[in-house]
């Protein structure tokens, strides 16, 4: 009876162990498999709102047909109200981002107004003798020193 | 119902907000784009537009920032992600909005 290789590493005729379960492989296979899965339901997703969100080509012709450009206007109004609320969030966490970036741009061209030392200057540790730039010395050292409340530091 | 859109898109912007459920995928979100490696994607992007105005860094507005990094930020959603937002936002349109007609 012949074993059918499910994919694991050698599937020569000659190879000893032709069913040697491979669990990375089987892993990868599950999340990819998912991932398709997620695609083709936004795929389903966005077929549906295409009719709503596509701009209208030709004009409503009379009254008789009010009533169901009517609702399409609705639905692209509810649709294109969807994606507005959408890019809002988006945007959201892109400022944040930008903010992070923005203030630490700015900490490295800081420069204290009493003895001039640039933000990115580095200073060594007295504890672990690593460098760090200025700004970001005092945070270490807190949490180096042990001074405040440590959490995972092991004592030396 | 066209005509009144303004005042009903308003209220429904405000119910958005105040039924928490703006905050509450807006956190799905944020862990699936994290997961996703958006958020990194963006932070190498704006730590190189950061580097290109390094002549001018003094002078860098978050604005700069912002303006040069948001159709980046944008286009770079994985099509799952924005997708699977997208639906429930618009379920909660439609459950805001019942489809009747005046």
């Known amino acids: 009876m012949k074993i059918k290789s499910e994919g694991s590493g050698g599937s020569g005729p000659g190879n000893a162990d032709k069913k040697v379960p491979n669990p990375a492989y089987d892993e990868l296979l599950h999340f990819y498999e998912g991932k398709i899965a997620a695609l083709r339901h936004a795929r389903d997703a966005l077929e549906t709102a295409k009719p709503a969100m596509t701009p209208p080509t030709t004009p409503p012709a009379n009254g008789s047909d009010r009533g169901g450009s009517q609702q399409q206007d609705n639905q692209r109004c509810r649709a294109l109200l969807a994606l507005e609320l959408l890019t809002e969030l988006i945007d959201d966490m892109t400022m944040g981002v930008v903010f992070d970036t923005h203030f630490e741009a700015k900490q490295g061209i800081s420069v204290c107004a009493n003895c001039s030392t640039s933000g990115s200057d580095m200073c060594e540790c007295l504890n672990c003798q690593r460098s760090f730039p200025a700004a970001r010395f005092a945070s270490h050292m807190d949490k180096c020193m042990g001074l405040s409340s440590r959490r995972t530091a092991t004592r030396r | ?102």
Not at chain 2, 15 to 36: N, P
Not at chain 2, 52 to 78: C, M
């Open chain 2, 1 to 102: 119902m066209l005509s009144e859109t303004g005042g009903i898109r308003e209220e429904l912007l405000k119910r958005f907000i105040e039924s928490g459920e703006r905050e509450r995928l807006q956190e799905i979100m944020r862990t699936k784009l994290h997961t996703s490696g958006w958020q990194d994607r963006v932070k190498d992007k704006c730590q190189k537009i950061v580097h290109e105005n390094a002549d001018r860094i003094e002078k860098l507005t978050v604005d700069d920032i912002a303006e040069e990094v948001t159709p980046f930020a944008r286009s770079s959603v994985p099509e799952d992600i924005k997708a699977e937002i997208l639906e429930d936002i618009r379920a909660f349109i439609f459950r805001a909005l019942p489809e009747s007609d005046n």
